[in-house]
Protein backbone atom coordinates (compact mmCIF):
# COMPACT_ATOMS: atom_id res chain seq x y z
CA UNK A 1 0.00 0.00 0.00
CA UNK A 2 2.70 2.51 0.83
CA UNK A 3 4.63 1.50 -2.07
CA UNK A 4 1.54 2.41 -4.18
CA UNK A 5 1.34 5.60 -2.94
CA UNK A 6 4.85 6.39 -3.04
CA UNK A 7 4.30 5.84 -6.89
CA UNK A 8 0.84 7.59 -7.32
CA UNK A 9 2.99 10.92 -5.97
CA UNK A 10 6.06 10.48 -8.15
CA UNK A 11 3.30 10.10 -10.71
CA UNK A 12 1.78 13.32 -9.46
CA UNK A 13 5.03 15.22 -9.25
CA UNK A 14 5.66 15.11 -13.37
CA UNK A 15 1.93 16.18 -13.79
CA UNK A 16 2.76 19.50 -16.30
CA UNK A 17 -1.20 20.91 -16.09
CA UNK A 18 -1.09 20.66 -11.85
CA UNK A 19 2.48 22.10 -11.66
CA UNK A 20 1.00 25.44 -13.59
CA UNK A 21 -2.25 25.32 -11.73
CA UNK A 22 -0.16 25.41 -8.29
CA UNK A 23 2.20 28.17 -9.87
CA UNK A 24 -0.57 30.07 -10.35
CA UNK A 25 -2.51 29.64 -6.96
CA UNK A 26 0.30 30.15 -4.62
CA UNK A 27 1.60 27.65 -1.87
CA UNK A 28 -1.60 25.70 -0.97
CA UNK A 29 -2.22 21.75 1.06
CA UNK A 30 0.61 22.35 3.29
CA UNK A 31 3.26 22.85 1.22
CA UNK A 32 4.08 25.73 3.42
CA UNK A 33 5.77 23.42 5.76
CA UNK A 34 8.04 22.27 3.58
CA UNK A 35 8.34 25.49 1.51
CA UNK A 36 10.07 28.65 2.66
CA UNK A 37 7.45 31.34 0.94
CA UNK A 38 6.87 32.28 -2.53
CA UNK A 39 9.86 35.03 -2.66
CA UNK A 40 13.78 36.02 -1.67
CA UNK A 41 12.22 37.95 0.65
CA UNK A 42 10.29 35.57 2.80
CA UNK A 43 13.41 33.11 2.41
CA UNK A 44 16.08 35.28 3.40
CA UNK A 45 13.75 35.96 6.38
CA UNK A 46 13.64 32.07 7.02
CA UNK A 47 17.51 31.71 6.35
CA UNK A 48 18.09 34.28 9.17
CA UNK A 49 16.08 32.91 11.87
CA UNK A 50 18.03 29.43 10.99
CA UNK A 51 21.30 30.72 10.85
CA UNK A 52 20.51 32.10 14.51
CA UNK A 53 20.02 28.27 15.64
CA UNK A 54 23.35 27.56 14.18
CA UNK A 55 22.21 25.72 11.38
CA UNK A 56 23.58 26.60 8.19
CA UNK A 57 21.36 26.81 4.78
CA UNK A 58 21.47 25.47 1.11
CA UNK A 59 18.59 28.17 -0.73
CA UNK A 60 17.04 26.39 -3.90
CA UNK A 61 14.69 28.93 -5.93
CA UNK A 62 12.02 25.95 -7.04
CA UNK A 63 12.00 24.87 -10.57
CA UNK A 64 12.65 22.37 -12.97
CA UNK A 65 11.50 20.84 -16.54
CA UNK A 66 12.15 24.21 -17.63
CA UNK A 67 11.36 23.89 -21.91
CA UNK A 68 12.00 27.11 -23.13
CA UNK A 69 15.44 28.92 -22.91
CA UNK A 70 13.16 32.50 -21.86
CA UNK A 71 12.22 30.48 -19.11
CA UNK A 72 15.98 29.30 -17.86
CA UNK A 73 17.45 32.75 -18.24
CA UNK A 74 14.73 33.83 -15.94
CA UNK A 75 15.31 31.14 -13.36
CA UNK A 76 19.25 31.46 -13.48
CA UNK A 77 18.96 35.45 -13.09
CA UNK A 78 16.85 34.22 -9.79
CA UNK A 79 20.05 32.51 -8.50
CA UNK A 80 21.73 35.68 -9.34
CA UNK A 81 19.47 37.51 -7.32
CA UNK A 82 19.69 34.77 -4.27
CA UNK A 83 23.06 34.76 -4.26
CA UNK A 84 23.07 38.43 -4.20
CA UNK A 85 21.01 38.40 -1.11
CA UNK A 86 23.02 35.98 0.36
CA UNK A 87 26.15 38.60 0.49
CA UNK A 88 24.14 41.66 1.06
CA UNK A 89 22.55 39.57 3.88
CA UNK A 90 25.50 38.05 5.04
CA UNK A 91 23.81 34.99 5.41
CA UNK A 92 25.05 31.74 5.97
CA UNK A 93 23.75 29.79 3.13
CA UNK A 94 25.09 27.80 -0.13
CA UNK A 95 22.45 27.56 -2.92
CA UNK A 96 21.39 24.66 -4.61
CA UNK A 97 19.81 24.54 -8.30
CA UNK A 98 18.57 21.94 -11.05
CA UNK A 99 20.12 21.44 -14.17
CA UNK A 100 16.59 21.23 -16.04
CA UNK A 101 15.61 24.73 -14.46
CA UNK A 102 18.89 25.94 -16.24
CA UNK A 103 18.05 24.84 -19.76
CA UNK A 104 19.35 21.26 -19.99
CA UNK A 105 16.47 19.87 -21.93
CA UNK A 106 16.67 22.69 -24.21
CA UNK A 107 20.88 22.63 -25.39
CA UNK A 108 24.12 22.22 -23.52
CA UNK A 109 24.94 25.59 -24.91
CA UNK A 110 22.27 27.23 -22.87
CA UNK A 111 23.02 25.64 -19.73
CA UNK A 112 26.62 26.32 -19.74
CA UNK A 113 25.79 30.38 -20.54
CA UNK A 114 23.59 30.34 -16.92
CA UNK A 115 25.59 28.20 -14.92
CA UNK A 116 28.62 30.26 -15.80
CA UNK A 117 26.90 33.82 -14.75
CA UNK A 118 25.53 31.97 -11.84
CA UNK A 119 29.22 31.22 -10.83
CA UNK A 120 30.75 34.06 -11.54
CA UNK A 121 28.31 35.48 -9.32
CA UNK A 122 29.05 33.33 -6.62
CA UNK A 123 32.58 33.25 -6.78
CA UNK A 124 32.36 37.01 -6.25
CA UNK A 125 30.24 36.74 -3.25
CA UNK A 126 31.75 33.88 -1.36
CA UNK A 127 28.72 31.33 -2.40
CA UNK A 128 29.36 27.19 -2.74
CA UNK A 129 26.46 26.01 -5.37
CA UNK A 130 25.53 22.16 -5.81
CA UNK A 131 24.20 21.02 -8.51
CA UNK A 132 20.96 18.65 -7.43
CA UNK A 133 20.96 15.72 -9.24
CA UNK A 134 17.26 14.77 -10.95
CA UNK A 135 15.62 11.95 -12.48
CA UNK A 136 18.27 9.01 -14.34
CA UNK A 137 18.05 10.60 -18.00
CA UNK A 138 19.47 13.45 -17.12
CA UNK A 139 22.40 11.48 -14.82
CA UNK A 140 25.29 11.43 -16.99
CA UNK A 141 25.01 14.54 -18.78
CA UNK A 142 24.74 16.23 -15.00
CA UNK A 143 27.87 14.69 -14.32
CA UNK A 144 29.21 15.81 -17.83
CA UNK A 145 28.39 19.42 -16.69
CA UNK A 146 29.40 18.99 -13.02
CA UNK A 147 32.76 18.13 -14.08
CA UNK A 148 33.63 20.73 -17.15
CA UNK A 149 32.65 23.40 -14.72
CA UNK A 150 34.62 21.82 -11.79
CA UNK A 151 37.60 22.29 -14.07
CA UNK A 152 36.64 25.98 -13.99
CA UNK A 153 35.54 26.80 -10.51
CA UNK A 154 36.39 25.72 -7.21
CA UNK A 155 32.87 26.48 -5.68
CA UNK A 156 30.73 24.09 -6.88
CA UNK A 157 29.49 20.17 -5.80
CA UNK A 158 26.55 18.12 -7.02
CA UNK A 159 24.70 14.81 -5.52
CA UNK A 160 25.48 11.50 -6.07
CA UNK A 161 22.08 9.27 -5.44
CA UNK A 162 22.78 5.46 -3.77
CA UNK A 163 19.83 3.80 -5.19
CA UNK A 164 21.44 4.09 -8.62
CA UNK A 165 23.42 0.93 -10.04
CA UNK A 166 26.09 3.57 -11.38
CA UNK A 167 26.82 5.13 -8.48
CA UNK A 168 29.57 2.97 -6.86
CA UNK A 169 31.71 3.92 -10.19
CA UNK A 170 30.47 7.41 -9.91
CA UNK A 171 32.28 8.19 -7.15
CA UNK A 172 35.48 6.17 -8.15
CA UNK A 173 35.58 8.22 -11.54
CA UNK A 174 34.96 11.85 -9.38
CA UNK A 175 37.58 11.04 -6.80
CA UNK A 176 39.57 12.67 -9.79
CA UNK A 177 37.92 15.95 -8.93
CA UNK A 178 38.30 15.38 -5.03
CA UNK A 179 34.75 17.00 -5.17
CA UNK A 180 32.34 18.01 -2.37
CA UNK A 181 29.23 15.66 -2.76
CA UNK A 182 25.83 15.51 -1.37
CA UNK A 183 25.20 11.73 -1.15
CA UNK A 184 21.50 11.21 -0.78
CA UNK A 185 19.19 7.78 -0.96
CA UNK A 186 17.30 9.45 -4.27
CA UNK A 187 13.75 10.74 -4.79
CA UNK A 188 12.52 9.69 -8.36
CA UNK A 189 10.59 6.86 -9.65
CA UNK A 190 13.90 4.45 -11.22
CA UNK A 191 13.43 1.55 -12.70
CA UNK A 192 14.80 -1.76 -11.68
CA UNK A 193 16.76 -1.80 -14.36
CA UNK A 194 18.99 1.31 -13.75
CA UNK A 195 17.79 1.37 -9.89
CA UNK A 196 17.83 -0.82 -6.75
CA UNK A 197 14.13 -1.89 -5.86
CA UNK A 198 14.64 -2.65 -2.65
CA UNK A 199 15.55 0.06 0.38
CA UNK A 200 17.51 -2.49 1.88
CA UNK A 201 19.95 -2.40 -1.01
CA UNK A 202 20.15 1.20 -1.21
CA UNK A 203 20.54 1.59 2.53
CA UNK A 204 23.70 -0.74 1.76
CA UNK A 205 25.23 1.40 -1.19
CA UNK A 206 24.65 4.27 0.81
CA UNK A 207 26.74 3.25 3.26
CA UNK A 208 29.09 1.93 1.05
CA UNK A 209 29.56 5.40 -0.84
CA UNK A 210 29.73 7.27 2.82
CA UNK A 211 32.66 5.30 3.88
CA UNK A 212 34.41 5.31 0.19
CA UNK A 213 33.80 9.20 -0.01
CA UNK A 214 34.69 10.13 3.20
CA UNK A 215 37.72 7.36 3.37
CA UNK A 216 39.25 9.60 -0.38
CA UNK A 217 39.69 12.34 1.98
CA UNK A 218 36.69 14.27 0.25
CA UNK A 219 34.40 16.81 2.35
CA UNK A 220 30.80 14.82 2.24
CA UNK A 221 27.47 15.92 2.98
CA UNK A 222 25.58 13.37 4.40
CA UNK A 223 21.62 14.51 2.99
CA UNK A 224 19.30 12.24 5.25
CA UNK A 225 16.46 11.82 7.82
CA UNK A 226 17.51 7.96 8.86
CA UNK A 227 18.67 8.15 11.95
CA UNK A 228 20.44 4.19 10.97
CA UNK A 229 22.41 6.84 8.33
CA UNK A 230 23.12 9.13 10.55
CA UNK A 231 24.36 6.74 13.04
CA UNK A 232 26.75 4.75 10.70
CA UNK A 233 28.57 8.03 9.64
CA UNK A 234 28.66 9.11 13.41
CA UNK A 235 30.85 5.96 13.97
CA UNK A 236 32.85 5.66 10.97
CA UNK A 237 34.21 9.31 11.41
CA UNK A 238 35.09 8.20 15.12
CA UNK A 239 36.78 4.69 13.78
CA UNK A 240 38.60 6.33 11.20
CA UNK A 241 39.50 9.82 13.27
CA UNK A 242 37.96 11.79 10.14
CA UNK A 243 37.89 15.73 10.95
CA UNK A 244 34.20 17.53 11.71
CA UNK A 245 35.15 20.07 9.20
CA UNK A 246 35.06 17.32 6.38
CA UNK A 247 31.79 16.25 5.96
CA UNK A 248 28.21 17.60 7.15
CA UNK A 249 24.84 16.60 7.83
CA UNK A 250 22.25 17.96 5.14
CA UNK A 251 18.20 17.54 5.64
CA UNK A 252 15.31 19.07 4.19
CA UNK A 253 13.80 22.52 5.23
CA UNK A 254 10.50 21.33 7.84
CA UNK A 255 11.31 17.59 8.17
CA UNK A 256 12.67 15.95 11.97
CA UNK A 257 13.44 20.16 12.68
CA UNK A 258 14.58 18.71 16.50
CA UNK A 259 16.89 15.79 14.82
CA UNK A 260 18.94 19.23 13.62
CA UNK A 261 19.00 20.91 16.47
CA UNK A 262 19.94 17.85 18.17
CA UNK A 263 22.95 17.14 15.46
CA UNK A 264 24.00 21.27 16.12
CA UNK A 265 23.92 20.12 19.97
CA UNK A 266 26.52 17.53 19.70
CA UNK A 267 28.93 19.61 17.60
CA UNK A 268 28.26 18.68 14.08
CA UNK A 269 27.82 20.90 10.97
CA UNK A 270 23.95 20.56 9.95
CA UNK A 271 23.04 22.30 6.70
CA UNK A 272 18.92 22.88 5.86
CA UNK A 273 18.18 23.07 2.56
CA UNK A 274 15.80 25.99 2.20
CA UNK A 275 13.20 25.21 -1.41
CA UNK A 276 11.27 29.05 -2.12
CA UNK A 277 9.69 30.34 -4.83
CA UNK A 278 5.81 29.42 -6.93
CA UNK A 279 7.00 26.24 -8.51
CA UNK A 280 6.76 24.32 -5.24
CA UNK A 281 4.41 21.29 -6.60
CA UNK A 282 7.06 18.69 -7.89
CA UNK A 283 9.30 19.25 -4.77
CA UNK A 284 5.94 19.14 -2.74
CA UNK A 285 4.82 15.56 -4.22
CA UNK A 286 8.06 13.83 -4.47
CA UNK A 287 8.11 15.06 -0.28
CA UNK A 288 4.54 13.21 0.21
CA UNK A 289 5.90 10.47 -1.75
CA UNK A 290 8.90 9.88 0.94
CA UNK A 291 6.55 9.63 3.75
CA UNK A 292 2.66 8.89 3.13
CA UNK A 293 2.04 9.86 6.57
CA UNK A 294 2.47 13.83 5.86
CA UNK A 295 -0.91 13.28 3.53
CA UNK A 296 -2.20 13.34 6.61
CA UNK A 297 -1.18 17.66 6.48
CA UNK A 298 -2.52 18.08 2.98
CA UNK A 299 -5.80 16.58 3.84
CA UNK A 300 -5.86 18.73 6.95
CA UNK A 301 -5.48 21.68 4.55
CA UNK A 302 -7.92 20.88 2.30
CA UNK A 303 -10.56 20.65 4.77
CA UNK A 304 -9.33 23.89 6.28
CA UNK A 305 -10.28 25.63 2.77
P1 LIG B 1 14.06 7.45 4.11
O1 LIG B 1 14.44 6.06 3.75
O2 LIG B 1 13.04 8.18 3.25
O3 LIG B 1 13.58 7.55 5.57
C1 LIG B 1 14.25 6.79 6.54
C2 LIG B 1 13.74 7.14 7.91
O4 LIG B 1 13.97 8.54 8.16
C3 LIG B 1 12.27 6.95 8.12
O5 LIG B 1 11.94 5.61 8.34
C4 LIG B 1 12.06 7.83 9.33
O6 LIG B 1 12.55 7.18 10.46
C5 LIG B 1 12.97 8.99 9.03
N1 LIG B 1 12.19 10.05 8.38
C6 LIG B 1 12.15 10.34 7.07
N2 LIG B 1 11.34 11.37 6.83
C7 LIG B 1 10.83 11.75 8.02
C8 LIG B 1 9.91 12.75 8.46
N3 LIG B 1 9.31 13.56 7.59
N4 LIG B 1 9.63 12.82 9.77
C9 LIG B 1 10.20 11.97 10.65
N5 LIG B 1 11.04 10.99 10.30
C10 LIG B 1 11.37 10.88 9.01
N6 LIG B 1 17.19 13.48 -3.90
C11 LIG B 1 17.57 13.49 -5.20
O7 LIG B 1 17.21 12.59 -5.95
N7 LIG B 1 18.35 14.51 -5.68
C12 LIG B 1 18.80 15.52 -4.90
O8 LIG B 1 19.51 16.41 -5.37
C13 LIG B 1 18.43 15.52 -3.52
N8 LIG B 1 18.83 16.49 -2.66
C14 LIG B 1 18.53 16.39 -1.32
C15 LIG B 1 19.03 17.32 -0.43
C16 LIG B 1 18.82 17.16 0.93
C17 LIG B 1 19.38 18.15 1.88
C18 LIG B 1 18.09 16.03 1.41
C19 LIG B 1 17.89 15.81 2.88
C20 LIG B 1 17.55 15.14 0.54
C21 LIG B 1 17.75 15.29 -0.84
N9 LIG B 1 17.21 14.41 -1.75
C22 LIG B 1 17.59 14.46 -3.07
C23 LIG B 1 16.15 13.45 -1.32
C24 LIG B 1 16.68 12.09 -0.99
O9 LIG B 1 17.13 11.43 -2.14
C25 LIG B 1 15.59 11.23 -0.32
O10 LIG B 1 14.52 11.08 -1.21
C26 LIG B 1 15.06 11.80 0.97
O11 LIG B 1 16.07 12.40 1.73
C27 LIG B 1 14.42 10.67 1.79
O12 LIG B 1 15.37 9.71 2.13
P2 LIG B 1 16.02 9.57 3.59
O13 LIG B 1 17.48 9.35 3.42
O14 LIG B 1 15.67 10.79 4.38
O15 LIG B 1 15.45 8.29 4.22
Known amino acids: ?3 AMRNFFLFLSKNKPMTKLAK ?3 LRFGAGRFVAGSSILQAVEVIRELNSQNLVVTI ?9 EREANEMALECVEAIRAIGREKLDSQLSLKMTSMGLDISEEVVMKNMRMILEEATKQNVFVTIDMEDYSRCGKTIDIFTRLKSEYDNIGTVIQAYLYRTEKDIDDLNAYSPNLRLVKGAY ?3 PEVAFPEK ?3 DENFKKIIKTHLLNGNYTAIATHDDEMIEYTKRLVEEYKIPRD ?3 FQMLFGIRVERQHELVKEGYKMRVYVPYGTDWYGYFMRRLAERPANVAF ?3 GVMKK
Not at 60 to 68: A, M, T
Open 189 to 191: KES
Open 24 to 26: KYG
Open 246 to 248: QFE
Open 298 to 300: VLK
Open 1 to 3: MEQ
Open 60 to 68: DYLGEFVDN
Open 200 to 202: KDV
